[in-house]
């Protein structure tokens, strides 16, 4: 079940990578154990202090426990130099449980982290994404996954 569920996911997000600026692909480990894989496309933009002119951004996120969120909304890369930059998104989406029931189905997914671009067209960096209901249920315990990202650019 784990393996045909994740190998429809990346199926999913490749289908939409001829229109993607980059591809970002990565693994990591929740806090309170467990481990988790994430999927993400960015469309192209330029940075902009307006939120509104942001670039968007899909995502899936897949867990251990077979948990599956899937969202939408905007990311953005500020730079800090001509190699490190800082990342910072926000999703709304829809939430699946199969073992941790975080209250809903709706689900909030903001991000934040820190890479490095490599000669070429690559980075990696290391992120924290916190996934929440917004209060939208009494039941609120939120989710976070610290993630080592690869980006690959087109």
Avoid at 35 to 56: D, I, K, Q, R
Avoid at 64 to 93: C, I, K, T
Avoid at 117 to 141: C, Y
Wanted: charged share 15%.
């Amino acid at each position: 079940m784990f393996l045909s569920r994740f190998f429809l996911l990346i199926c999913c997000c490749l289908s939409g990578t001829p229109f993607a600026q980059n591809l970002v692909v990565g693994a990591g480990v929740d806090p309170d154990g467990g481990g988790g894989v994430v999927l993400e496309y960015h469309t192209g933009g330029s940075f902009s202090e307006a939120v509104s002119n942001w670039p968007w951004a899909t995502a899936i996120r897949f867990d251990a426990d077979s948990d599956l969120w899937a969202g939408a909304g905007v990311h953005q890369q500020f730079a800090l130099s001509e190699r490190f930059f800082v990342e910072a998104s926000f999703m709304p989406g829809y939430y699946n449980p199969e073992d941790t029931d975080l209250g809903g189905n709706i689900h909030f997914r903001s991000l934040v982290g820190l890479g490095l671009k490599f000669r070429g067209s690559s980075a990696v960096s290391i992120t924290i994404d916190h996934l929440s209901n917004g209060g939208l249920t009494t039941s609120n315990p939120g989710s976070e996954l610290v993630t080592v990202r690869y980006t690959f650019d087109y």
